[in-house]
């Protein structure tokens, strides 16, 4: 198994522009995670899949940030305008069962950079 | 509000020595904690958990201790090895086990 895949690897934007990650979790897992990594604040949930369905995105820092999984192969997590305190490195995570009952599979990550 | 605090950024231990990373939580709904384990430039992987009704778990070199009363627990490393090196992030989770939520991370450096 590939495990856990999430494209780009790096991004460097500029402030105001769309910025749109890429994640394909572990095949059969029916739950996906994205999550943030910044010095401040660790590693932050943003928002949780089951089965395709948006369960829980109240660690959605505002309305600029979106996830969508339009099927069990395929997430997107998207910004939009940037900013710089965006700059994070985001990880997608998938697992069979609720989480905290199992481990989760992460990604290696996207390390975004906004200028 | 942050609900899981691993309140030391970096520890240094000598190689064969144990290193101890500590994490208290908040919330007593809490029933289910883990520990990932951190390398540069890759996703955090699973290194061990334990449920509220343990107080221990053992796995090879890697023990984590559960003290429900302070709300603590505890990852022990016996003995250190420099591949230890890494950040590692404890976890925790409530009954219904759909939230984890995470510490901000223990940076470890083992020196050889």
């Known amino acids: 198994d590939a495990g856990v895949i999430q494209s780009p690897r790096h991004e460097v934007t500029e402030m105001g522009q769309e910025v749109t990650l890429r994640c394909k979790p572990i095949s059969g897992h029916d739950y996906l995670f994205w999550y943030r990594q910044t010095m401040m604040r660790g590693l932050e949930l943003l928002i949780y899949f089951n089965n395709n369905v948006p369960i829980d995105d109240s660690g959605m820092p505002e309305d600029r940030f979106s996830a969508k999984m339009p099927n069990a192969s395929f997430s997107t997590l998207k910004i939009q305008p940037s900013e710089p305190r965006d700059s994070a490195v985001y990880f997608c995570a998938s697992s069979r069962t609720p989480q905290g009952r199992n481990e989760q599979f992460f990604g290696p990550g996207t390390r975004l950079t906004v200028l | ?112």
């Open chain 2, 1 to 112: 509000d942050q609900q899981v605090k691993q309140n030391s950024p970096s520890l240094s231990v000598q190689e064969g020595r144990i290193s101890i990373l500590n994490c208290d939580y908040t919330n007593s709904m809490f029933d289910y904690f883990l520990w990932y384990k951190k390398y540069p430039a890759e996703g955090p992987t699973f290194l061990i958990s334990i449920s509220s009704i343990k107080d221990k778990n053992e796995d090879g070199r890697f023990t984590v201790f559960l003290n429900k009363s302070a709300k603590h627990l505890s990852l022990h490393i016996v003995p250190s090895q420099p591949g230890d090196s890494a950040v590692y992030f404890c976890a925790a989770s409530d009954p219904g086990g759909f939230k984890t939520i995470f510490g901000a991370g223990t940076r470890l450096f083992v020196k050889a």
